[in-house]
């Protein structure tokens, strides 16, 4: 039984190209949350997403980020035109419902992205 | 103000050791405390859980829950070198939406 599974581990890419991170929730999971996370920081809620629907999408910058999550395939995270400042660790999380207590989230391994 | 905050250490203690790792919040609306160690270049995973105020424990962790002081903390027990972690501490009013602390690195030495 796969957990939460993030593609790629490590991303490098130049300032101004496009990065797409992939998540694939657990299995029986349909809510699927995106967080970022910086050195010395907590984890800062971006986006949740269910089965072709943004729920909340109130900690993604309005510029050059967005998410899906389709009928078929992993949820995505593209971020267009990338800075120096996008260089952080990006963590999915999966739930089977749109609950964050209980059983909690269950986390992938993350993506780490950093922008030269 | 961060709503969840924890004093970021590093703390280091010695094998055997009870370590309590502590965090304070600002929100008085969140309900639901939870409590996730992460182990370097790996994702959070949930340790404990608990939405009443007391103690909840859990084998060798205890997690405390004071609603009035708006405080929580987490005692390890017989701390091992596996514990040598991030432990983040998350809060929550309910529903999806869960606010992070920076969290606390702990080391145990062997």
């Known amino acids: 039984n796969a957990g939460v599974m993030q593609n790629p581990r490590h991303l490098v890419r130049r300032r101004g190209q496009e990065a797409r991170l992939r998540c694939s929730p657990m299995?029986?999971?349909?809510?699927v949350y995106w967080y970022r996370q910086l050195p010395e920081e907590g984890l800062k809620f971006m986006v949740y997403?269910?089965?072709?629907?943004?729920?909340?999408e109130s900690g993604m910058p309005k510029e050059r980020f967005s998410a899906e999550f389709p009928k078929e395939g992993p949820s995505i995270l593209r971020i267009q035109q990338v800075v120096r400042g996008d260089s952080a660790a990006y963590f999915c999380?999966?739930?089977?419902?749109?609950?964050?207590?209980?059983?909690?989230?269950?986390f992938g391994s993350g993506t780490r992205l950093t922008v030269v | 103000q961060k709503e969840v905050e924890q004093d970021p250490g590093p703390l280091s203690v010695p094998e055997g050791a009870i370590v309590s790792l502590n965090c304070t919040y600002s929100?008085?609306?969140?309900?639901?405390f939870m409590w996730y160690r992460q182990y370097s270049r790996k994702g959070p995973e949930l340790l404990m859980y608990?939405?009443?105020?007391g103690n909840k424990e859990d084998g060798r962790f205890t997690a405390q829950l004071n609603k009035a002081s708006q405080y929580v903390s987490l005692l390890i027990r017989d701390s091992q070198p596996s514990d040598s972690a991030t432990y983040l501490c998350?809060?929550?009013?309910?529903?999806?939406?869960?606010?992070f602390g920076a969290g606390t690195r702990l080391f145990v030495k062997a």
């Open positions: 999380a999966s739930s089977p419902n749109g609950e964050a207590t209980g059983y909690g989230y269950t």
């Open positions: 299995k029986g999971h349909s809510h």
């Open positions: 997403l269910q089965k072709e629907n943004i729920i909340d």
């Open positions: 929100n008085s609306a969140f309900q639901y």
């Open positions: 608990t939405y009443s105020s």
């Open positions: 998350a809060a929550t009013t309910g529903g999806f939406k869960t606010i």
